[in-house]
């Protein structure tokens, strides 16, 4: 009836035809979702977390094969942990901290991210995508069998859209033909393509990158160790290209990114012959592997205008592409529906007015603006785009094989690290003198051991009050929402004092249920609480 | 804030000045193009003030 258009790992939604397809009328949800990919199926564990009803149409019938998103930033398993899969993500994951950097042949230097100790999760995990998304589908099947009102419905492709201003009414075509689906709030998380963003005539505007990428997912043979450690390569005598990136994932799989130009043929240069000429000019004749997953990839830098329109809402790569150095692509679609989820709950609760959900779109737009200057400064460094700019990055790694200053100016990638909404609506006071940089109003919870503990594990999914040697109520009815006190103490955990209390004595943080900072002060009080509170829901 | 300082501040402008070319003698343009980056770079970072920086950045800039 209908065709693939990938090929799939899992296939872990299977068609099966819903009562809703035979009825006469139809059927109106609360929320439906389009895309059953990583950042649909987030958004669904949100909504279904909280108790709303939510349906998940993908035109699959389950996950894709290739690996793609392989760097899964620390933030991004934070809000996994919070959905009840970030510890697979983790188990499964490799962890590593050692990266090299060469230019030409030579290694100029190398650097170990000495990470920062004191937190569940690290900075980041190489993962294959399929597994990410294997994860977050157990987890909506858990949530199912506890009673969570989710459904995910494999082959129902959405082939039109119409915008009703306070509903949505979509065309869905199944094996067994079409059927109509109405919903009050629609979430496109339907991909880079968008076809949502198509039908309904939405631009998407930004920067196209005249170049791609040759990506070969292979699996080393014999004893042969190759450590877990990044390399990568500015201007590889092995290669025409401009750069190479060496990376491990699992299951003894090296991701090998050869950056090839922009007039390639496609179908050529993914000859299996015509990858292995590269792959043995890079790693030497004596290696032998086999490959599991070849690709070429371009890319854009784009947006949006908003994120929201009306009762529709856009998120993860229908909403923004960025560039692949420094994993920003996933990570930020997983924030997008940490960001949604609580604001849509409160609005379809009736506990928030709808203009909350304007600041969806202010806030992610901000994080999506910071994501895509971050990466195209990558992409600036790494394919310089003047003569100039070329002698620039060229005087910088040669610099950098000699003298320490120039390190931090090579730029083969930031990591993906999340925003701080600095000044944006939801912002309540910052009224705690000498408090530290870092957790300041606007930015995500900066996690700490508490006594045994992980703070993250104590915080997100509602409003809550962290008090830090300061006293509160241990629960506060702010018209409706509730806002409940988390007590620790700066005693005996130094991290906490460090990241939450800097100079002060005690602190009181209001936290959102997307764990991001509300407002703080030294101590409680109430009417300063409620007034945060209202500023937060979008009721001020 | 520290300010760019416009002053004179090289005590022997002309060993300065003759030691600067001096090190592009005998360099093609490449070679010459390079090094004036590496310097450039190398004097940013001694500077480092962000200020001083966007303020040399504005009178270099001002053709
Ligand atoms: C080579 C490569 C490397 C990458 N590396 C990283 C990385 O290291 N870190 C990182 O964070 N990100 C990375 N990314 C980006 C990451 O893969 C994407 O950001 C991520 O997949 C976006 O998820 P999504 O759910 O928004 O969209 P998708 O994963 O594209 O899912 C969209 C879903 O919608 C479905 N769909 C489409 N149209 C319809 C329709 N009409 N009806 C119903 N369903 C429909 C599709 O079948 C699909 O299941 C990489 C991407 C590539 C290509």
Redesign the interface.
Known sequence: MFADRYALAHKVYPYEKSPDQDRAEAVRHPVVIVGGGPIGVATALDLGQQGIPVLVLDDHEGIGTGSRAICFAKRCLEIADRYGCGERMLEKGVVWNLGKVFHRDDKIFEFNLLPEEGHKYPAFINLQQPYVEQYLIERLRTLQAEGAPIQLRGKNRVDAVEDKGDHVVLDVMTPDGPYKVEADWLVACDGASSPLRGMLGEEFTGKVFQDSFLIADIRMKGDLQFPTERWFWFEPSHGEGASTLLHKQPDDTWRVDFQIGWDVDRKEELKEENVRRRLDAFLGPEVEYDMVWTSIYTFQCKRMESFRRGHIFFAGDAAHQVSPFGARGANSGMQDADNLGWKLGLVIRGKAPETLLDTYSEERIYGADENILNSTRSTDFITPKSEISK??R???L??AGR?E??RP?VNSGRLSVPCVYDGLSLNGPDGLPGGPERTRVGAPMVDAPVGGKWLLEMLGGSFQLLTIDAEAPETLDVDGIGVTRVAVSAAGNPELAQRYLGDARSAVYLMRPDQHVAARWESYDEAALRSAVNIATGRA | MSKLNVAPNIAKPDDFYARLLAVHEGRSKEES??IN??L???LS?HIGDAAVLDEALALAADG
């Open positions: 002698i620039f060229n005087a910088v040669h610099l003298a200053f120039a100016l | 193009d390079a980056a590496r450039v770079l190398i970072n």
